[in-house]
């Protein structure tokens, strides 16, 4: 039972370039998430699923695109990378039932844009 | 708007002490939930302590403990007898359980010293 994985861990991108993050969850968790986490900062909602072929936006969803056509696999695009979106990114799954609703971190992607 | 206010930027504690950590958080609902995530330099998030709003009963896991007091919107974390294996950032977040969508405040970092 690996979790929630990520890949990459890291990874360098020139302004205009585009890329794809994958996220992959193995705990059968209908909810996932992407968040981002710049310096200093707490975590911001950029888009979330809560089944498959549903996704919605989050806090700040400008930038980024998402798809969700199985229940394990939630990836998020970068189209035209700025320097604005150097952070690091995480995603997370969730599976609410009676009083849990914690969600479950993958260990994150450090992206920087140059 | 949901918000999470965490108020020290830093906190420091010596070994085998007691040290508090703070959070407010705002809303309108009735129904909600609360966490306090731990963040080593890993950068792994590491979920400590969840409250269930409709709980008076303040949550406790070893070390660690809640004190909720839902009228103010105040949820503090209390860790006793510190080890240096608690030195990280702290989060606290917070949800209705819509979508488990997850608000966090910017984090406290927490330094142990010998």
């Known amino acids: 039972n690996a979790g929630v994985t990520q890949t990459p861990k890291f990874r360098i991108l020139k302004i205009g370039q585009s890329m794809t993050l994958q996220c992959t969850q193995d705990?059968?968790?209908?909810?996932m998430y992407w968040y981002r986490q710049d310096p200093g900062m707490g975590l911001k909602l950029i888009y979330y699923?809560?089944?498959?072929?549903?996704?919605d936006k989050g806090e700040v969803p400008n930038g980024y695109n998402v798809s969700r056509s199985t229940t394990e696999d939630f990836p998020l695009r970068l189209e035209l990378a700025a320097p604005s979106q150097t952070s690091v990114y995480f995603c997370?799954?969730?599976?609410?039932?009676?009083?849990?609703?914690?969600?479950?971190f993958g260990p994150g992607t450090r992206l920087t844009v140059t | 708007a949901q918000t999470v206010t965490q108020s020290q930027p830093e906190m420091s504690v010596q070994e085998a002490e007691t040290v508090t950590l703070s959070c407010t958080y705002d809303?309108?609902?009735?129904?909600?939930?609360l966490f306090w995530y731990k963040q080593p330099p890993s950068r792994q998030m590491i979920l400590v302590i969840r409250?269930?709003?409709?709980?008076?009963q303040n949550a406790t896991e070893n070390r660690f403990s809640v004190n909720f007091q839902k009228a103010a919107k105040s949820f503090s974390l209390k860790i006793s007898d510190s080890q240096l294996g608690d030195a990280a950032m702290y989060f606290c977040?917070?949800?209705?359980?819509?979508?488990?969508?997850?608000?966090f405040g910017t984090g406290t970092r927490l330094q142990v010293t010998l």
């Open positions: 705990m059968n968790h209908n909810y």
């Open positions: 699923s809560v089944g498959a072929g549903i996704t």
């Open positions: 997370a799954s969730s599976y609410p039932s009676g009083s849990k609703y914690e969600q479950y």
């Open positions: 409250q269930e709003a409709y709980k008076q």
């Open positions: 977040a917070y949800t209705t359980g819509t979508a488990s969508k997850l608000t």
């Open positions: 809303t309108s609902e009735s129904d909600y939930y």
